[in-house]
């Protein structure tokens, strides 16, 4: 992969493979093109060369396919202040795909987030919302998960909520992509890492 | 996993952005109120004579709901595309057309619509006879559609434009101009007891048109602005 961002030759001539029941995070100095590699994997953002394959398959052939085995967390939460935290969950999953009351209440448990099941996003801390956004991503059922530095705002507690949710997805068959600051799973075999130089 | 049909995709849609705009009501008004004091403005700066004023009243009514549509063109899609939502709605492996094609008709629905139902006071305080306000809600209804649709294609352009409100207007009002003259035309014609078939005939044929169209330009103008 080949990625110019102004007269910058950011991504040059990466190639990486990613295999179900790995983790593989990428890691590097802040500016040096993490989230970028991360958006053009998601098909987010076009390259100059290269190509991103999923089964075999280019992805701009087999897009559709693509995005819904595919999770993406970017820094943004994709949140509305004004929904409460159930209703944010409820629409941007049912997007995807029937989900039960049930099962969203579930998740919030899961994620100790039950309590602010419903109060509006604004009144929510960082850390509250960013376990609001994975709690999307473990519903969305997808075996390919993109996540853009996924513990932003996590305390100790959550980080380590988060690496259960991530071994489990491991365990299942599941692929995830990271971009971190702080590694993930250290040790675990089934984990590696790509460090981007400038 | 079953997705949502596209049914259940535009009902999903249509009530997440009506609740929204329940939250965030004064927003939702403005285009209103606008309209309202704009119209209004008119008989205080020229005057108040009756008979002056319905020869320009036409006129002035589309252009104030014209305007007013541009309003609140501003925060359709910005929202959305800031708080990475949009990103996700490209993501999620369903039609964007149709997502956002819901999304301009909840628009048209809070920005549009009672533009129309408010159009017969607007028009008596411009002296327009009542025979004419059926003519005047028929036109702004088909009218404010298609402005509601050209306008969300502006905005799916320039919403990752830094400050491209005025890029937005530029973008968008000569597009608007067809409907605007085949709208004040059709309320002019009616004013003078003559057929209104030909104007709305066309203000019909240009929504239709939109309706089909406009979807596939507003998802191509959203994945370039999301995908920078």
Partial sequence: MHLWRGDKHLLRGIDLALHRGELLQVVGPNGVGKTSLLRCIAGLLPMESGEVKWSGQDIRKSRDEYTRALSYLAHTNALKNELTALENLRFSVSLLRHVTP???????????????????????????????????????????????????????AGIALFEACVAQHLERGGAVLTAAHQLLLKGEPNVRTLELRP | MTAPGLLGLVRLVIARDLKLAVRHWDQ?????????????????????????????????????????????????????????????????????????????????????????????????????PSSVWPVLAISLALGTGSLSILGAIGAALT????????????????????VLIFGARAVDLAMHGESVAGPLNLLAAMLLLFVSLGPIAMAAAMRISVES
């Fill in chain 2, 159 to 178: 919403v990752a434009v830094r400050r491209g409100s005025v890029l937005l207007a530029l973008l968008v009002l000569p597009l608007e101009m067809p």
């Fill in chain 1, 102 to 156: 049930q099962a969203l209440v579930e998740t919030l448990e899961r994620l100790q987030i039950s309590q602010c099941s419903d109060l509006p996003v604004r009144a929510l801390s960082a850390g509250q919302k960013r376990r609001l956004a994975i709690a999307r991503i473990l519903l969305s059922e997808t075996t390919l998960w993109i996540l853009d530095e996924p513990i932003t705002n996590l305390d100790a």
């Fill in chain 2, 28 to 128: 939702v008004v403005q285009p209103l109120i606008f309209f309202v004091i704009v119209t209004t403005l008119f008989p205080l700066a020229i005057s108040p004579a009756l008979d002056e004023l319905r020869k320009i009243g036409p006129g002035i009514v589309w252009v104030a709901a014209m305007l007013a549509s541009l309003l609140a063109l501003e925060s359709l899609f910005r929202p959305d595309v800031e708080d990475g939502t949009m990103e996700q709605w490209t993501l999620s492996g369903q039609p964007l057309s149709i997502m956002l094609l819901a999304k301009t008709f909840t628009h048209w629905l809070l920005a549009g619509l009672p533009l129309v139902a408010i159009s017969p006071l607007v028009g008596t305080a411009l002296g327009l």
